[in-house]
């Protein structure tokens, strides 16, 4: 069993950056590649970027290409997603989800956190 919550979330200008922050709990963290997804208001959750369990691996949607960066720190079961140059259609709530595959439809997924709000002004 693996337990995520998120955290960093908030409302943030255009052209802003925030942190958001998945803390995990449970053995078997390490074994999983963590994913960041998001879903706005009326649309279906897409995926945003992907880590492998030893962070050298890593995988993003071609919207967030150059403007995210995720990273994990094993010691301290958490992962980190860096959003800069946020855009007002990054708004979304952002989920921390692990999975034994990076990317794909959230059905891949095995756990999932509740979420965290992003909110980018115009």
């Known amino acids: 069993q693996v337990q995520l919550e998120e955290s960093g979330g908030g409302l943030v200008q255009a052209g802003g950056s925030l942190r958001l922050s998945c803390a995990a709990s449970?053995?078997?963290?390490?074994?999983?590649?963590i994913n960041w997804f998001r879903q706005a208001p009326g649309k279906e959750r897409e995926f945003v970027a992907a880590?492998?369990?030893?962070?050298?691996?890593?995988n993003y949607a071609d919207f967030v290409k150059g403007r995210f960066t995720i990273s994990r720190d094993n010691a301290e079961n958490r992962v980190y997603l860096q959003m800069n140059s946020l855009k007002p259609e990054d708004t979304a709530v952002y989920y921390c989800?692990?999975?034994?595959?990076?990317?794909?439809?959230?059905?891949?997924?095995?756990?999932w956190g509740k979420g965290t709000l992003v909110t980018v002004s115009a």
């Open positions: 880590v492998n369990w030893s962070g050298g691996v890593r």
């Open positions: 989800s692990a999975g034994l595959v990076r990317g794909g439809a959230p059905t891949n997924m095995n756990y």
């Open positions: 449970g053995r078997t963290f390490s074994s999983y590649n």
